[in-house]
């Protein structure tokens, strides 16, 4: 699975499964809030996450025995800190997938906790389900982002504030759809891509194998000029609101 981006519309992806892993998933919670960390385990009861451990104590979590598979962090300290946080847990558990819990995120601490190890950015208001099902898309490979985040990208946030994701989100050189000879099966996989679905959603929808989704969105990719799909979902959706929400089928 890949590990690129995927843009996350939470007021979309309703009908993704929410039994992804039938096998319960180790998970920890860093959170000095008491009523959120009660939430968070109330939430998570009858779901694939078993939440063995609520802390507060990132020390105490890494002198047990527990090798966590998910470890979902509170974000609303500062960005210092909470780096600080990231970085250890990504030493101390380096094959667990991490997620960050906040209110909000800015540009600039999305790019900084990527960069740290973060996999997921998830909205602590977000609906207890759309929680669930985007827990799921991060232990599927994928890296989950609020869609105000993408919202912020295409509202032209300062690039020398605000960098996004794994490099420079600078426009690829074809400056329109039909430039960039995109085949009819690619243009309704990038449509995709611009809802944020991942490649098992894609596959399912499209009645064809996740491995010829992945050939056809690295087509997609070199024939836009972008670096991943963040990149492509963001160009895209760029060009379908200047050609006034044109087809994506041309």
């Known amino acids: 699975m890949t590990t690129l981006a995927l843009v996350h519309d939470r007021s979309s992806d309703t009908n993704t499964s929410s039994t992804i892993h039938p ?26 996450f078993d939440l063995a451990t609520a802390t507060s104590d990132t020390g105490l979590l890494q002198r047990r025995a527990l090798e966590p598979a998910l470890i979902l962090i509170d974000a609303h300290q500062t960005t ?27 540009l600039s601490f999305v790019r900084s906790g990527h960069e740290a190890g973060v996999n997921g950015f998830c909205l602590a208001a977000s609906a207890p389900d759309v929680l669930v099902k985007s827990l799921e898309l991060v232990m599927l490979g994928e890296t989950v982002l609020p869609f105000e985040i993408l919202r912020a990208f295409m509202g032209g946030a300062s690039q020398s504030r605000e960098q996004p994701l794994q490099g420079s989100v600078a426009e690829p050189k074809p400056s329109d759809l039909n430039a960039c000879k995109l085949s009819a099966r690619e243009r309704e996989i990038l449509g995709c891509l611009t809802q944020g679905e991942p490649n098992k959603v894609i596959a399912r929808k499209l009645e064809i194998t996740e491995a010829t989704i992945k050939v056809h969105v690295k087509a997609i990719l070199r024939k836009i000029g972008a670096s991943n799909r963040t990149q492509a979902a963001i160009w895209a959706s760029q060009r379908l609101t200047q050609r006034g929400g044109a087809s994506m089928n041309g």
């Open 23 to 48: 096998a319960a998933i180790p998970t920890a919670l860093i959170c000095d809030n008491f009523l959120l960390r009660s939430g968070l385990r109330h939430i998570l009861q009858n779901t694939p």
């Open 80 to 106: 210092g800190r909470m780096l600080e946080i990231i970085r250890q847990m990504r030493e101390h558990f380096p094959q667990a997938r991490i997620v960050a819990l906040a209110d909000q995120f800015d």
